[in-house]
């Protein structure tokens, strides 16, 4: 059984830079694993705000991590410079599903591909609720072809 190929930055459709610092290294010379997650976790994030859909304080309705996931496929060290990549992949009623390449300086191939699902509640009950239309709008920018 041979291993997919790695995903390439055409399959996605946001990007955000980010710097590697030298804490992020390990032991072992490279990146924690622990840094990739909060990579992905600030992508999904930063998308949602730089897009108004996310008020930190004051969003009623708020999207709340249900699973997480990463492929590891080259390594990166600091004093690489880092790409996130992000699309949707599964929009449904009240959740979401993010793909995510994280690529290390100019490469077209990932070195990590990651997903990241929100369920969509209300702060008050944390209960699930439909995305809101505006939300759905902005994220349908992002999704790769066939998904809704």
């Not at 004093?79 to 009623?93: A, H, M, N, S, W």
């Not at 994280?102 to 702060?123: G, K, L, P």
């Amino acid at each position: 059984m041979s291993r997919p190929l790695p995903a390439s930055r055409s399959d996605f459709r946001w990007f955000l830079p980010i710097t590697t610092r030298f804490m992020d290294n390990d032991a072992f010379a490279h990146v924690n694993n622990v840094i990739y997650y909060s990579w992905i976790d600030t992508a999904v994030n930063r998308f949602l705000m730089n897009h108004h859909l996310l008020d930190l304080q004051a969003s009623q309705v708020i999207g709340i991590v249900v699973d997480s996931g990463c492929r590891y496929r080259s390594q990166i060290a600091d004093p690489d410079d880092v790409t996130v990549g992000l699309r949707i992949e599964k929009l449904g009623t009240s959740s979401v599903r993010y793909g995510l390449g994280i690529f290390r300086a100019a490469e077209d191939d990932a070195s990590a591909e990651a997903h990241f699902v929100h369920v969509y509640v209300d702060r008050a009950s944390m209960r699930p609720v439909p995305i809101p239309d505006h939300i759905r709008a902005v994220m349908r920018t992002i999704s790769i072809e066939g998904v809704t």
